[in-house]
């Protein structure tokens, strides 16, 4: 199976600050990687997919780069509705599916 | 709108098998390139895929679990269900049901509520 490892596992951020989260998958996975956003008690939430396509609705602030085997989410100026975990999800592989383990994004 | 909504028990006992149901709508389960995933997650640890079933009833597992899980869909009902057989404390988690899109990611863009099932006896 494909390992997804995302860094850090968890970051501190105040609002206005520009983000960037890390995730590196265990061989090439193309561009076949999306992202989520997850707050507390609800479901995950799209935001981008192949790597860099912004999920209609998801505010532009946030961006997707990379190819092959490291990637990056990027909040280009937090605001307070931002703040939750974010994880990455590898398709290259699919039928099987892999997540990363998780970043957390906490208020400083 | 598409929405989904899983159901099932919340509590199950060891060695039991969990039966969860996914009732979608705004979308079809005999739409091309569309699925319906279970993805699961323990309390406070990341997600799990487990499944998916697509349009022409192609089914995939994944491989940790693949002797414990089978999916099924009923396309008049709108119905996908998961079963998952000899229950453990381990598995006590929330289960979502998803859309996958493998027009696009292929990626999840829809998602249920969840339900959390516990495992204790």
């Known amino acids: 199976d494909i390992q997804m490892t995302q860094s850090p596992s968890s970051v501190s951020a105040s609002v206005g600050d520009r983000v960037t989260i890390t995730c590196r998958a265990s061989q090439g996975i193309s561009s076949w990687l999306a992202w989520y956003q997850q707050k507390p008690g609800k479901a995950p939430k799209l935001l981008i997919y192949a790597a860099s396509s912004l999920q209609s609705g998801v505010p532009s602030r946030f961006s997707g780069s990379g190819s092959g085997t490291d990637f990056t989410l990027t909040i280009s100026s937090l605001q307070p509705e931002d703040f939750a975990t974010y994880y990455c999800?590898?398709?290259?592989?699919?039928?099987?599916?892999?997540f990363g383990q998780g970043t957390r994004l906490e208020i400083k | 709108q598409v929405t989904l909504k899983e159901s099932g028990p919340v509590l199950v006992k060891p060695t039991e098998t969990l039966t969860l149901t996914c009732t979608v709508s705004?979308?079809?389960?005999?739409?091309?390139?569309?699925?319906v995933s279970w993805i699961r997650q323990p309390p406070g640890k990341a997600l799990e895929w487990l499944a998916h079933?697509?349009?022409?009833?192609?089914?995939s597992y994944s491989t940790s679990l693949k002797s414990r899980l089978t999916i099924s869909k009923d396309t008049s009902k709108s119905q996908v269900v998961l079963t998952m057989t000899n229950m453990d404390p381990v598995d006590t988690a929330t289960y979502y049901c998803?859309?996958?899109?493998?027009?696009?990611?292929?990626?999840?863009?829809?998602w249920g509520q969840g339900t959390l099932v516990t495992v204790s006896s």
């Open positions: 079933i697509f349009s022409n009833d192609e089914k």
């Open positions: 999800q590898q398709a290259n592989s699919f039928p099987s599916i892999t």
């Open positions: 705004g979308f079809s389960l005999s739409n091309a390139r569309m699925g």
């Open positions: 998803a859309r996958i899109n493998a027009a696009a990611g292929p990626d999840f863009d829809y």
